[in-house]
């Protein structure tokens, strides 16, 4: 005997309308709550972008060694800016510097950029920048544009460029607005540094920060647009190098 016939015997016609129909409202009534809240969430998502600001010291340090992190705020619906302390004028190229830059943050949709060119920010392997100076920039800059979070380099500055322990040295002392969250780039030991795609192991076990860009052409590409430092070496650090690949942020 089949299923419905046994219940009809049991329950009068009333009961068994609602037994048969009473499912499949209530699968409608459950799809449509979700779908009411997966909107919600989405328009929400929508209207509270959050913006992050990425504070390094010279143009091509966005494509050397935050493109996971700038990867993963795309992604994720964050609004990205980037302050660059100097022109990268070592070499007397600055102003070409400034186009690649401008050129390499349309290619990694960053939303906004600053370049910043003054007398005691110029780039330099000697000469260690005035932390007031990028202090004040940076706080004036959070204060005006609403930003929620903060990004740069750690105390080790992953190739130990006195320019990039600079960017540390004022963003872990500077001014807080309340809430503002502040992250660094962790560097790793050489043996890490050049092991690739690789140290995703040992990354995804140390760190729960950890931010994958598994695009070579893209790390590949913004770099090129950088066509003034794009030698052979650095040709090979897009290859060999985790930061194309791996970063992993530590709170501070
Ligand atoms: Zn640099």
Not at 19 to 38: A, C, D, E, H, M
Not at 55 to 74: K, R
Not at 154 to 177: E, F, P
């Amino acid at each position: 005997m089949e299923f419905f016939d046994i219940i009809e015997e049991i329950v009068d016609d009333d009961l068994l309308f609602i037994l048969k129909y009473g499912l499949l409202i209530s699968n409608f009534i459950t799809i449509f709550i979700l779908l009411y809240f997966k909107s919600k969430k989405q328009q929400n998502e929508k209207e509270e972008k959050k913006s992050v600001l990425l504070v390094t010291a010279h143009p091509d340090d966005e494509a050397m060694f935050f493109l996971p992190t700038i990867t993963y705020l795309n992604d994720n619906n964050y609004e990205v800016h980037l302050i660059c302390l100097s022109n990268g004028n070592a070499n007397k190229i600055g102003k070409i510097r400034e186009v690649e830059l401008e050129k390499c943050c349309k290619y990694l949709k960053i939303n906004k950029l600053t370049i910043i060119n003054d007398k005691d920010l110029q780039d330099s392997m000697s000469v260690m920048w005035l932390i007031e100076k990028i202090q004040k920039i940076v706080e004036e800059y959070i204060d005006e544009n609403n930003i929620k979070g903060v990004i740069t380099f750690d105390k080790k500055g992953i190739s130990g460029h006195l320019n990039h322990i600079a960017c540390y040295k004022a963003i872990s002392s500077m001014k807080r607005t309340e809430g503002l969250k502040v992250f660094v780039l962790e560097t790793t030991n050489i043996l890490r540094k050049y092991s690739s795609i690789l140290d995703f192991f040992v990354s995804s076990i140390l760190n729960d920060n950890l931010m994958v860009n598994l695009n070579i052409l893209k790390a590949w590409r913004s770099m090129k647009i950088h066509h003034s430092q794009f030698v052979w070496y650095r040709k090979l650090f897009v290859v060999f190098s985790r930061y194309a690949y791996i970063n992993t942020l530590i709170k501070i």
